[in-house]
């Protein structure tokens, strides 16, 4: 098969990465007979020095036309960078505000998932840290308190602000079948995290959620207050599958989630609209402090490459293909200098992307 795929390489260690990404998926290509075609689109910082904005409607276009967009990250040193002296609107992390608005992502995917080669970047304690986890956090994106009626104001000397958390049972419906779809491709278990016992949003979010699952009796569901998701998530991920919730819930959740496994550099994630369509990024930043040295983890942009076989493309062998190789590299020793420890082999961008490549 022939796909598109619109490819935003962007700042910092965005071109290193991808290109490791690029090569893999062409690798892919190459064993199980499908052709990526890749339309190189601009955002962030390059962005503004080659067209004078974050995101071009030229760009926007581009990347409406594709299967699905495969991005490295954006954005400077937000101390030293001459992008942060121009105003909000223009600067590098507009343009990925502006993308993910042009093509209605309204749900994010973050999977968590400790490697038992990588337990010991783990921050948990060693017996939580044996058991492993494997869970993916799927979070509303455009919904919610980030996105309510809110205001400040000032009355007889006392400031006052407020902010309001809305939800429409489609706008939970539609994450919701998403969520239901991604754990029929997992282990078959939705936990949807809601604050039921206080918020109206939260009991509409529960009904809707039971509503959706009626669809899926293979899978099994269950409801978690927020609060005490928080804590299960230290005290026992292994129970995790599939985490549904909304907005904000999911923004705390799926950074300390990130955490729990201790590598920034391995963390693939996914923002995903109605239909097959997504943009694929990892979870880490441009990281400027080691840009063009040959240092950063390509492993996250590569799962996220992977991500996007599987969600977009419906390329399950081919995705789970990738991730063995990573799993292979991993107990063979290979660790550039982010997951390094004692007793492995220290390697660079390139050659961790050549390693994973062989193993394909
Ligand atoms: P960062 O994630 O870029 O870096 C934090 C630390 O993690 C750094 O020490 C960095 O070297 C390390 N790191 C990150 N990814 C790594 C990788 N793949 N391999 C090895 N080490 C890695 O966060 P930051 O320094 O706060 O932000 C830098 C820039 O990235 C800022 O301009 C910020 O706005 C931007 N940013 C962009 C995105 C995005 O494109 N979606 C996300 C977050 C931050």
């Not at 090569?23 to 962005?47: P, R, W």
């Not at 942060?84 to 209605?104: F, H, N, T, V, W």
């Not at 494997?134 to 980030?146: A, F, Q, S, V």
């Not at 706008?171 to 949807?192: C, H, L, P, Y």
Request: glycine share 8%; hydrophobic share 40%; net charge negative.
């Amino acid at each position: 098969m022939n796909y598109n795929l619109a490819v935003i390489k962007g700042d910092g260690i965005g071109p290193e990465v991808v290109s490791v990404a690029m090569d893999v998926l062409d690798k892919i290509g190459e064993k199980y007979g499908h052709t990526f075609h890749y339309d190189q689109i601009l955002m962030g910082g390059c962005s503004i020095d080659a067209c004078g904005v974050p995101l071009t409607d030229e760009a926007v276009s581009a990347a409406k036309k594709s299967d699905a967009v495969l991005l490295g990250s954006i954005g400077g040193n937000t101390s030293t960078s001459p992008w942060y002296q121009l105003p909000p609107d223009k600067r590098p992390e507009a343009g990925l505000l502006k993308i993910r608005k042009e093509l209605g992502l309204f749900a994010n995917l973050r999977p968590a998932l400790l490697y038992p080669e990588l337990k010991s970047a783990c921050p948990l304690k060693e017996e939580i840290a044996d058991r492993g986890f494997d869970m993916m956090i799927m979070r509303e994106l455009t919904g919610g308190l980030y996105f309510g009626e809110r205001g400040t104001s000032e009355e007889n000397g006392m400031r006052c602000a407020y902010d309001t958390l809305t939800y429409t049972e489609e706008e939970i419906r539609r994450i919701a079948i998403r969520g239901f779809d991604i754990a029929m491709k997992r282990r078959k278990k939705v936990t949807s995290v809601d604050k039921a016992n206080v918020l109206d949003s939260s009991r509409l979010w529960r009904a809707v959620v039971n509503e959706v699952a009626e669809n899926y009796p293979e899978v099994t569901v269950e409801h978690m207050l927020v609060d005490n998701c928080a804590m299960q998530l230290v005290k026992d991920p292994a129970q995790f599958d599939v985490i549904l919730t909304e907005n904000m819930f999911g923004d705390i959740l799926s950074d300390e989630a990130s955490m729990v496994t201790g590598s920034i550099g391995m963390l693939a994630s996914a923002s995903l609209n109605e239909t097959k369509f997504g943009m694929y990024e990892p979870s880490g930043g441009s990281a400027p402090d080691i840009a063009g040295q040959d240092k950063a983890n390509p492993i996250a942009t590569v799962l996220s490459a992977a991500m996007l076989l599987r969600f977009s493309l419906d390329l399950d062998v081919e995705a789970d293909a990738i991730e063995k190789a990573i799993k292979q590299v991993l107990a063979d020793g290979y660790r550039t200098c982010d997951i390094m420890s004692e007793g492995n082999t220290l390697v660079g961008t390139k050659e961790m992307g050549q390693l994973i490549m062989e193993r394909i």
